[in-house]
């Protein structure tokens, strides 16, 4: 019986998911980030595509955002939805100007924020690593400060 209660434990706390705090993501210039690094600051992460019209339209609303709050406690990031190969990557984020850093690693995946169903999507996640909200499609500068509470 002993044994029994020792491999259901082994077996819970091998399945057991990560906490976001062991997370490490890596962006497409090779540097790798600490989810736990983020704790204190709103962090969005944007998915996108290169196929996808309203992607590239928010895309300007997205470096405003990002230029305004360089100073501020809050992150943004890109993740390329196709999972294309870094060097495609990065040439996608020249030719379409996104001026965030980008993330190679699913974000969604790793922190366990759910499946994507569509293109583009935000995941805003708060001070305390919580997601809050998920945006759907475009967004622009006010809906975002609105999100993070800075209007």
Not at 41 to 53: D, M
Request: glycine share 8%; charged share 20%; aromatic share 10%.
């Amino acid at each position: 019986m002993m044994k029994i209660k020792t491999f259901v434990l082994l077996i819970l706390m091998a399945t057991a998911p990560l906490s976001k705090a062991d997370v490490l993501l890596k962006d497409t210039q090779g540097n790798t980030i600490s989810f736990a690094s983020l704790k204190g600051k709103w962090v969005l992460i944007n998915y996108w595509a290169g196929w996808c019209k309203t992607c590239i339209e928010e895309i300007p609303e997205l470096n405003r955002f990002y230029q305004k709050h360089e100073k501020d406690p809050v992150v943004l990031f890109a993740v390329n939805y196709d999972g294309l190969p870094v060097h495609k990557q990065k040439k996608l984020i020249q030719k379409f100007n996104i001026q965030y850093p980008s993330l190679v690693t699913d974000a969604a995946l790793a922190l366990g924020l759910g499946d994507i169903i569509g293109v583009p999507v935000t995941f805003v996640i708060n001070p305390k690593g919580e997601l809050v909200n998920t945006l759907y499609g475009g967004q622009d500068l006010k809906t975002l400060d609105m999100e993070i509470g800075k209007t």
